[in-house]
Every structure is written in C-alpha cells, then in structure tokens.
C-alpha cells in the first residue's frame, strides 16, 4: 500500500470516526461530474479499506468497490446530500498511473496520454514518445531484463 493510500485511509478512518461524534450520519461518494454516485448510512459501515486502486466499502450485507479515478470527492453528511463536512478532493496522487506488464505489452491505466520513455538500467534511452495517445505500450523487441518507464512525471521498475 502506497504512502498516499495510507494517508487517505488513515484520514477517512479518522472522519469515520469524529464524524460519529459530530452526529455526521451518511458518507457519501462523488464522481467525476460532481453528481452523488453512492452514499451509506455510518451506522451499516463496517470498514472503508483500499485494494489495488479502489475503495472497498463493507457492510453487513456485502461489499461496494469503486476505482479511486471515478471518485472526486467523498463527503460526510446529516442528510446524505447536504451539509458536507470533509474530504473535498481525493490527491492527485491517488490518481498517478499504474502499470501492468504482460510479455509483450505494458498496459498503463490512469493516463490516457502524455510523455513516455523507457530506459535500460545502463542508463540508455530505448523508446520516447512525447505525444503518447493511450494504448499498451509494445515491449516484445525488448530483451529480456530491467527497465525503467516514465509515464508523465512517474517512474516505474519493470522486468521483461
């Protein structure tokens, strides 16, 4: 778990938590327009928990997920919909890239473009593409090893 993610679980727990006591009742999701996508009464919350780039939210008649990127804000309410209290915007950080790597492709989720570049660990630059427009990257010219890739402003290790 992320630095970012320990620190936006460590303060949803703290607002769970004072949020009883300042007689806050609901906890309510946002997307990306602004619009409530979810609320939940506090009392039928059992735990808020993060895994792998989405809030899990269980209660005792099951759990809701939802990716971290299709959440602008998370408020905590009397009503459900008014009067919000905290959490107005979830960190940009919790919103970086991520990569998964396949044999032959790496597959970039939360960027839909920008700047890319891959690096050999001798420091040689082995692709760039200032303009990248989405889409997996191909690594099957690649030989086998550890690279470096930038997507935008974050870096990652990678194994071919």
Partial sequence: MTKSYKSLLALLMMMLCSGAAMAQSYMTFYDNEGKPKKSWSLLDVGKVTFD??????????GTYSVSLNDVLSIK?????DQHETAVEKISDDAAQPRIATGENSIHVMGATSGQITIWAMTGQ???SNRDWRGGDIDISHLDRGIYIISINNSTFKFKK
């Fill in 76 to 80: 905590f309410t009397d009503t459900g």
């Fill in 52 to 61: 792998q780039g989405n809030i899990v939210v269980t209660q005792s008649t």
């Fill in 125 to 127: 630059l082995i692709y």
